[in-house]
């Protein structure tokens, strides 16, 4: 059974590009790796630039494999670089009914 799972990554200054384009090959190699579901990603924008994915893992275990991947842990590797893995809740958003965000397309 999929495990939904969303994920708040805070650009670092200046590092709004290139997190941008880690976010778009992050479900590519998840799936190389067999670790999410064909569920499409969603990916959105947050008022304080945070990039905010929605995704499906396969599984618990599929969690588990990818913290001992070596291609995933490289990424994440690289995703550390130009931004902070933020709580969703901290987000202004996330204290309204329904909170919305801007749509991004990858």
């Known amino acids: 059974m999929g495990h939904f799972v969303i994920a708040r990554y805070k650009p670092f ?3 709004e590009a290139a997190l941008l384009s880690l976010v778009r090959e992050h479900i590519p190699i ?3 790796e067999a ?3 064909n569920r499409i990603p969603y990916v959105m924008r ?3 630039g945070s ?3 929605v995704f499906e893992w396969k599984s618990e275990k599929a969690i ?3 913290h ?3 291609r995933v842990l490289k990424m ?3 995703f550390g670089a130009v931004c902070e893995f933020k709580p969703f809740s901290t987000l202004p958003e996330a204290k309204e009914m329904f909170p919305g965000f801007e749509p991004v397309d990858l």
Request: charged content about 30%; glycine content about 4%.
């Open 64 to 66: 588990e494999q990818a």
């Open 30 to 32: 998840l799936k190389k």
């Open 51 to 53: 990039l905010i994915e």
């Open 76 to 78: 994440w590797e690289d």
């Open 46 to 48: 947050a008022s304080d």
């Open 13 to 15: 200054p200046g590092q």
């Open 68 to 70: 001992s991947n070596p």
């Open 35 to 37: 670790l999410v579901t």
